[in-house]
């Protein structure tokens, strides 16, 4: 994506008797190179068992305390959750602030890689930038489908009903992949840029907690101090929020959810673009 | 293997490359390469030598497509690098300074995965993965995480991942720094046989004088970013006034009489002597050892012992950077 030129120049001479995958077809190539690296990454949390649970487990615990914490939230006038139930507004919130927390996190497998010789060895390959950059995305994007999945087992169980059914439940599932690849794009592209793990948390954490405080998450911006309902309609994690919770309401207006996920996805899209990018300024840096 | 593009060029070639970064606020950049030019012949082990910052890290990284010079053309088999990195790409292997497995998958899952990138199939990358553990002597650990690999099995694994897909030029970031010395021995062994068996070209940076002379068939000595001398090592070697003679003779008082002997004879220069040792340069130290040994019989001198003493490149660092290796390193 961000190559400088699209050689057309073949190296000369390939050796007899290799298998070669097309190099030709360049999307080929970087779903090929995505789905490589996405592997290792699924691979390295199943062996971090302890990690793993963590991972899991988290959103759990975050769904059953804030659920208890803030219960009586919603006998403020003004708080519309339409059910009374606090756990059936909070569900959608904890997912997308549980897709937010732990994409804040990706760029630290870029750091990783950059102290030890990885990143330098991926770069000198035909690997394209645009396939590092997915494959770190393609992670977060699993582990926030299983994450957003668990929560929804948790919160039924709990006893929360979300009238929008399955189509609610998949708007979030969109809604929480989106806001994950939106955050990871920005963590990785600020672990290239800072190439220190100790910066690119601190920054990271700059960034990640007051989008979640400044957003409809986990209480209802109704009942919020007006400024903070006027920076929440730039917030994408407010728009991840609005848009799962109406989808998962009775009576859905498609017009809230529709064009919020449309501002997602978009701004996915500019992410993403931005962290290749950010590749260009390491490369200059080493 | 296939012959280069062209016969005529060369496998690496790197011509006045200039590479500065920025020092931080107010300093003057650092000029980490300061026209640098070099030409590697295909199918040879080329070192560059030189201590930690003479450029030699920079160099690879430019002709592996790491970074970019900031002005200078550098060509891979004749693609240049800057303009046509892809192509460079799938052609190079990299074995960079620092340790390029990744920890949390074995050393075969490392393999596979650095040939399925450079395009090898599945089927063909775990083949090749299996021959190369077993050259490595890694087929024991091969399915153990990298993690709990010794520094000479992980530097022998970083070595293999850069030969998975075959690459026509191998550059090897300082592959023994850090190693004790049997796993430096081994090592060396290995790449001297990779090198005759792979008929790769190996672009070598090294700062260990022994390893440069062991390994490379030619070499460069680097500093302040510029080449101060290239040559073979003997070349090298020999470009230095001659061999060192040492003489020793039996009874001290004679030492006199031996130095003046020594003297005479010509091509002998530099004789000093201290105690009952003589020292002094000759050209070609094998042949003058007849013809001082003569003379000292001649003079009535008798001779405890003679050693001719080839200069190390040490010397020829010493000498061409103006200063010790040691000193600089």
Redesign the interface.
């Known amino acids: 994506m961000s190559?400088?030129?699209t050689?057309t120049?073949?190296?000369?001479?390939t050796?007899d008797g290799?298998?070669?995958?097309p190099?030709g077809v360049k999307v080929e190539r970087l779903v090929?190179?995505s789905a490589?690296l996405t592997a290792?990454s699924v691979?390295?949390l199943f062996?971090?068992p302890a990690y793993m649970a963590i991972t899991l487990v988290q959103p759990i615990i975050w769904l059953l305390l804030f659920g208890n914490l803030f219960k009586s939230v919603v006998d403020i006038p003004g708080f519309t959750a339409r059910s009374g139930n606090y756990l059936e507004f909070l569900t959608p919130g904890v997912v997308i602030m549980t897709a937010l927390f732990s994409s804040g996190w990706a760029g630290t497998v870029y750091i990783e890689d950059m102290?030890?010789?990885?990143m330098?060895?991926?770069?000198?390959?035909?690997?394209r930038r645009g396939a590092i950059v997915v494959g770190t995305l393609a992670y977060q994007a699993i582990t926030t489908v299983v994450q957003t999945l668990i929560i929804f087992g948790i919160a039924y169980t709990a006893g929360a009903r979300f009238p929008g059914g399955a189509s609610g439940v998949a708007v979030t599932v969109a809604a929480s992949v989106l806001i994950s690849v939106i955050i990871a794009s920005l963590s990785d592209a600020i672990a290239l840029l800072v190439r220190q793990q100790e910066a690119l948390i601190g920054i990271s954490q700059f960034i990640v907690l007051p989008l979640q405080f400044l957003s409809s998450s986990i209480i209802d911006t109704r009942v919020s101090p007006a400024w903070v309902r006027h920076v929440a309609r730039y917030n994408p994690v407010d728009w991840a929020s609005t848009a799962a919770r109406e989808a998962l309401s009775s009576g859905t207006d498609w017009g809230v959810v529709l064009p919020r996920l449309g501002f997602l996805l978009a701004l996915a899209c500019v992410m993403a673009w931005l962290a290749t990018r950010a590749f260009r300024t390491y490369?200059?840096s080493? | 293997m296939s012959a280069p593009p062209s016969p005529s060029s060369p496998a690496l070639a790197a011509e006045d490359l200039v590479k500065t970064y920025p020092a931080g606020r107010g300093a003057d950049r650092v000029r980490a390469l300061d026209g640098l030019t070099i030409s590697v012949d295909a199918g040879m082990v080329f070192g560059l030598l030189g201590p930690n910052g003479a450029g030699k890290s920079s160099t690879v990284k430019i002709l592996s497509t790491l970074s970019r010079a900031d002005s200078g053309r550098a060509h891979v088999l004749g693609i240049d690098v800057a303009r046509h990195a892809d192509a460079v790409r799938a052609s190079i292997g990299l074995v960079a300074q620092k340790p390029s497995s990744d920890p949390m998958g074995s050393g075969r899952e490392n393999l596979v995965l650095a040939g399925q990138i450079q395009g090898l199939s599945r089927a063909a990358a775990r083949a090749r993965a299996a021959e190369l553990l077993d050259r490595f002597n890694l087929g024991d650990a091969a399915d153990r995480l990298a993690k709990t690999y010794s520094g000479g099995m992980a530097r022998k694994l970083d070595v293999a991942i850069g030969l998975m897909h075959r690459p026509r030029v191998l550059f090897l970031d300082e592959p023994t720094t850090g190693l004790d010395p049997e796993a430096r021995a081994e090592m060396w062994a290995e790449i001297g046989r990779l090198a005759a068996e792979e008929q790769m070209t190996v672009l070598l940076t090294t700062h260990y004088l022994e390893e440069a002379d062991h390994l490379a068939q030619r070499l460069a000595i680097v500093d302040r970013g510029r080449v101060v001398i290239e040559g073979t090592p003997s070349e090298l070697k020999d470009q230095l006034r001659g061999d060192a003679v040492h003489v020793e003779v039996s009874d001290a008082t004679s030492a006199g009489t031996a130095r003046a002997v020594l003297e005479r004879i010509a091509g002998i220069r530099e004789v000093t002597s201290s105690g009952a040792t003589l020292r002094a340069r000759v050209d070609r130290g094998a042949r003058a050892v007849p013809a001082v040994l003569a003379a000292l019989d001649a003079a009535g001198v008798e001779v405890a012992s003679v050693t001719v003493a080839r200069p190390s490149l040490d010397d020829v660092y010493l000498r061409y950077a103006g200063r010790s290796f040691e000193v600089a390193a």
Not at chain 1, 9 to 13: A, E, H, I, K, N
Not at chain 1, 18 to 21: A, K, L, M, S
């Open positions: 190559a400088p030129t050689a120049l073949t190296p000369p001479g050796p290799r298998t070669r995958v190099q090929l190179h490589y290792r691979r390295t062996r971090q102290d030890r010789g990885v330098d060895r991926l770069l000198a390959s035909p690997v490369q200059r080493i």
